[in-house]
């Protein structure tokens, strides 16, 4: 969890948690754009402009999504729906059995 979702908070972590050169994919949120010049392969869509998945090389397997991402969130949110949610303060704890 960090207080603030800028460029100079969310580099240090990136940079310490995932291996330079590692493959993202993201939607269109703006900080994500950075990845590149941070060197990691990043793949994006676009989801304001209707696109939700995309076919990079044309074998037609639609590789850049985050439906997977989006599926994992959707489990979290259905499992703490029973327990009325969870407080910002255990939400560390929890995604780290993720």
Known sequence: MLENVQQQT???VIRT???EGARFYTDEYDIDSRLTDWGYDHHS????RGEYAR???GDGF???HVN???GVWSLLR???RPHRGLSQEHLPL?????
Not at 45 to 48: E, G, P, R, T
């Open 62 to 64: 639609h590789e850049v």
């Open 68 to 70: 997977t991402m989006e």
């Open 55 to 57: 076919d990079e090389d």
């Open 78 to 80: 259905s499992w703490l």
């Open 10 to 12: 969310i580099e240090p």
């Open 45 to 48: 869509v676009c989801h304001s």
């Open 17 to 19: 948690c995932v291996s």
């Open 94 to 98: 929890y995604l780290s059995f993720f």
